[in-house]
């Protein structure tokens, strides 16, 4: 039986806050602090094997261009310079992919919640703080949650029927993250994650990182085959000729492939930003019922504060996290 004063609806999307759940019954008591250390994490298979291919090709990458190209070169300066060149285009990609893939997609947003208040849907009881971090909290629409609220006298809410939460403005139902992630944009399987509010940011630079260094593969490989056709292929790599060739054309089918999907994802993300509008919403032809943040508004919201060369670094406000205390039940992602 619903409260008195407001209405409540089982939709697939739409209004009211933004929030997170709290993780089981037992960790109401920890500080905000802690809630805030908690690091994101999906449980899903194919996200995973994804995720490790995707490392796995950037180390096969990094490989040829370190041990076929440039330490058997005599030119001690090109292999210096394209050598720190294309590791620290790497290391920014891959630190990219892990703050993307282990961020929570939502950001934090403080509720005026009592922390003692409890919900349960059919899916176990969940404790709700007053800093919530992330995914909107499975089970919280309740009666003395929804009281809590303070609506007006004849508010409309909406509950997702898939995970039984009340759904903030721009939410979706994530069937992978078995969550409503606001501001959801897509679930991306290379980083196992949603790429919504939160890690936008580093889901651009991990695409503007591996667009950039398939570019300089790419080259690299170009001025190889240059190398090798010119002099000796014997003398040219220290391994055999049709080995190396082997190594450069597969350095060369990657390098194509990644550039040409991280180019699509990033000029995909940068117009989704700048219209702030998400994917899901552009391909459902929603209507904005918020008011749209356009340009350069949409960009700093996304990156933080004015344009900067902080905006490329994807260690910022990286803290190293506390390691688990308790295994998460029930549910697909996990805390650390």
Not at 7 to 13: I, K, N, P
Not at 74 to 101: E, P, Q
Not at 282 to 293: A, D, G, H, I, V
């Amino acid at each position: 039986m619903q409260p008195s004063g407001h209405r409540l609806r089982d939709v697939e999307h739409h209004p009211l806050l933004a929030e997170n759940d709290n993780y089981d019954s037992s960790s109401s008591s920890s500080s905000e602090a802690d809630v805030a250390d908690r690091v994101w994490f999906i449980r899903d298979g194919c996200g995973m094997i994804c995720a490790v291919m995707t490392w796995l090709l950037v180390a096969y990458a990094d490989f040829v261009v370190t041990f076929v190209m440039l330490l058997p070169s005599k030119d001690f300066w090109y292999s210096v310079v394209n050598g720190v060149i294309f590791n620290c285009l790497a290391v920014l990609a891959l630190s990219s992919h892990l703050r993307t893939m282990l961020t929570d997609p939502v950001s934090t947003v403080k509720t005026g919640l009592d922390p003692t208040l409890v919900g349960s849907c059919g899916e176990g009881t969940e404790s709700v703080q007053s800093l919530l971090l992330g995914a909107v909290p499975k089970g919280n629409a309740t009666k003395e949650y929804m009281e809590s609220l303070q609506l007006k006298p004849g508010e409309v809410i909406y509950k997702c029927p898939k995970c039984c939460c009340i759904k903030p403005e721009r939410a979706h139902h994530c069937s992978i993250c078995k969550r409503c992630i606001r501001k959801m944009d897509h679930h991306c399987p290379w980083v196992n994650n949603c790429v919504g509010e939160k890690n936008q940011r580093f889901f651009v630079l991990f695409t503007m990182y591996i667009a950039l260094s398939s570019v300089h593969a790419l080259i690299l490989c170009g001025f190889q085959f240059i190398s090798c056709v010119r002099g000796q292929w014997t003398e040219c790599s220290d391994f055999s000729p049709p080995i190396t060739v082997i190594l450069l054309i597969f350095l060369c089918l990657e390098g194509l492939l990644f550039f040409t999907f991280t180019a699509v994802m990033f000029g995909t993300q940068i117009h989704s930003i700048c219209n702030d509008e998400t994917e899901i919403e552009r391909l459902k032809s929603e209507k904005p019922t918020w008011e749209r943040r356009l340009r350069w508004e949409g960009m700093k919201s996304v990156f933080g504060g004015p344009p900067s060369l902080l905006w490329m670094n994807p260690f910022v406000g990286f803290r190293f996290r506390r390691l688990p205390t308790r295994p998460r039940k029930g549910g697909p992602e996990f805390s650390v």
